[in-house]
Every structure is written in structure tokens, then in C-alpha cells.
């Protein structure tokens, strides 16, 4: 069976305690080897708070450790994500997640909508790739994006996205197995080719997955939800039912031969061992 490949995301600490917490999850994170690590931007996408210096630090500190920055552009003008990519590579990061990002609240698209902003992810795609030769990610739902009318409205953004030069889908978080298979055959279909890699996350407190799945309008299978309401007052049991849910979700999509996973890993190392990714036999 071939060597199925990991990588983590992380997001940048807001304090010291935070930076504690990272420093830690990424020693023992990175002992396991993954193929790259990913680093969010700040709440609305901008980078304007310390992710980009975050990120640019743990690359200077683990030279041989592969990063992604994510990068958005919805808010921000041409001339000043040309300015944060140059700083990205000048800095060694020879590798984007590129999202729209979000629209802050109380604000009117149509105000990013000139000559100075990008209108289209796969148009900013195009501006990064001219700026730079970056290894460029983007975001996937396996079970549609949630301001998207279908499915085949997001194959054909993803396949534009292609197109323009991404090398590489992560997908937002699932929990049956069978919606990520069925979209990597509704993809084929529509002549994508690059790897989807499916996103993990591991769940390690049941309100927060709750506010996770209902603001990215991700399933989660009633067995489960079944479960956490079943355990949640007995946290040993909880956090047995939960270590149970993702190593049977990593045996499956390993015995399906996948050969990436991008992993949610949100700071923390928890349920993140090496007995999760031992090869399964079949």
C-alpha cells in the first residue's frame, strides 16, 4: 500500500498562552513528518494581525519544514497583496492557500468591486502565479460551498481554479466518508485533475464542531451526534467516542488509497499520534 502523505493547519496565536500552545503542538506535529503545514490569516482574511510573521517564523525556525500561508482577497487591493506576496517569498514561503475570504459584516461587496481588487478567486490565482511562482492551494466543499445554488457551481469554480494554476484542493471538514468519494467522481467527471485532499478535523469539543458545521454547512451523520449527546457529560468516554470516530475515518480513507490528508489540527496535538497514521493492511 503506498505511504498515504499528512499535513496540519494552524492558526496564529492571539496571546502568550496561545504561543505556548503552538510552539508545543508544532514540536510534536512535526516530529510525524508532514509533507507542509498551513497557516490561516486573521478573522476576515486580511493577515493584517500576526499570522503572516507567524508563519515566517516557524519557517525560519524549521528551514526544512514546507508552509502555506493563507492569503485572501476580497477586501484587499491588487497593489497590496503584491506587497504581502513578495514579503511571503522574500521570507522563504513558496506556497499559498488562496481563498476569496469573508465580506465584513455590515459591509457591501460592491465595494471591492474595481479595477484595484480582484473579483474571482481564479483571477487572483492568475496575479499570485505572475508575481511569483507559488505552489498555490484552494478550498473545496465536498458537500457544496455554502453560498454556492449546487454542486456543479463549485466544480466549475474549482476547475477554474485549476485552470489558473492551483496545483492542489484541501476540502473543508466531512464526516461520512462516502461524500468525500462521491465528490472526487463528480470532479473527475467535470475534468478536474489535480489532488483533492480531504480535511480532517479532529473533534475535540462538541459545541465548537457544532458551530463549526453549521457555519460552513457541513453533515454531521447522526451516529455521531448521537454519540457526543450520549458521552458529553462523561469527558473520558467523550473523548474516547471522538478518538474512535477519526481513526475509523483515517483507516477508510487509507485503505481507499488516498494519498493525502490535510488535518484540522487547530493548535493542538491531541489525538494526533503516530498510531493514527501507521499504515493500515488490508
Known amino acids: 500500500m503506498q505511504q498515504t502523505t499528512i499535513s496540519f493547519e494552524f492558526f496564529p496565536p492571539k496571546n502568550a498562552t496561545g504561543e505556548v500552545r503552538l510552539s508545543k503542538a508544532l514540536q510534536q506535529l512535526t516530529a510525524l513528518n ?61 506556497a499559498l492557500v488562496a481563498l476569496r475570504g469573508d465580506i465584513p459584516p455590515n459591509e457591501d461587496i460592491n465595494t471591492y468591486i474595481d479595477e484595484n481588487h480582484y473579483r474571482y478567486t481564479n483571477e487572483f490565482i492568475a496575479g499570485l502565479k505572475e508575481l511569483h511562482d507559488f505552489d498555490i492551494m484552494v478550498g473545496t466543499y465536498p458537500e457544496k460551498h455554502p453560498d454556492s445554488p449546487d454542486l456543479s457551481q463549485d466544480l466549475m469554480a474549482l476547475k477554474r481554479k485549476q485552470d489558473a494554476g492551483a496545483s492542489r484542493a484541501l476540502t473543508q471538514f466531512f464526516f461520512d466518508n462516502s461524500v468525500y468519494y462521491d465528490f472526487i467522481e463528480h470532479a473527475e467527471k467535470s475534468g478536474i485533475t489535480i489532488p483533492i485532499c480531504p480535511g480532517i478535523l479532529p473533534v475535540r469539543n462538541y459545541e465548537r464542531l457544532l458551530n463549526f458545521a ?48 490535510h488535518f484540522y489540527a487547530l493548535n493542538s496535538a491531541e489525538m494526533l499520534d503516530e498510531s493514527l497514521f501507521k499504515n493500515v493492511s488490508d
Open 34 to 94: 508532514p509533507e507542509f503545514i498551513t497557516m490561516t490569516s486573521g478573522a476576515g482574511g486580511s493577515g493584517h494581525d500576526n499570522a503572516f510573521d507567524t508563519l515566517t517564523n516557524i519557517q525560519a525556525n524549521y528551514p526544512h519544514l514546507s508552509t502555506a500561508a493563507h492569503i485572501t482577497f476580497i477586501t484587499e487591493t491588487k497593489d497590496s497583496i503584491r506587497q504581502t506576496a513578495d514579503y511571503l517569498w522574500q521570507n522563504n514561503i513558496r
Open 214 to 261: 453549521k457555519n460552513c454547512q457541513a453533515t454531521i451523520p447522526s451516529n455521531i451526534i448521537d454519540g457526543f449527546e450520549k458521552y458529553k457529560s462523561a469527558p473520558d468516554d467523550l473523548r474516547r467516542f471522538a478518538e474512535e470516530i477519526l481513526n475509523a475515518q483515517v483507516s477508510d480513507l487509507m485503505h481507499n488509497k488516498v494519498p493525502h490528508i
